[in-house]
């Protein structure tokens, strides 16, 4: 037997399949979306604890642990996006190499980062997550799923928090 392209995202598999009144296109189209997302919500998670782990300088412990709880923070999000998407019947991920191969925001590798790099990175991250957040609810809309757009929109309003804290830490460095 051949494996599947772990790439694919297969919504119909009938042992998976839960009851909704959405349509399979729309379940497959929202499910496809929140594993999108979900292998964003990850990479977010990684490399936040990567800066949280290798912050340096004179504002160590304030930057340690802004990382950290905002690290907690995407990493809350991880259960209920892939939980939602099993609702709706679909599939979600299932090693990292599919995280690595759906992500859409970058990594970063580099040996060194300056402090406020880190952040305004991790700020730029947020941002881009809101932005596919934001795609992703205006897809629900279309498919008529309230409940996947009412969780995004929580989503939204704790990732722009995000945005607030990252931004509101860099100011005097702009």
Known sequence: MANKDPKAHDASTPNLTTPTDLGAEARNAVSAGLTNLLADVFALFVKTKNFHWHVSGPHFRDYHLL????????????????????????????????IASLKRLSDNDAAFVAPEAMLDELRQDNESLVKFMRELHQLCDEKEDVATASLIENWIDQTEERVWFLFETTRHTR
């Open 67 to 98: 990382l950290d709880d905002q690290a907690a923070l995407v990493f809350a999000m991880v259960d209920p996006v892939a939980e939602r998407a099993r609702k709706l019947g679909g599939t979600t991920l299932r090693s990292v190499g599919q």
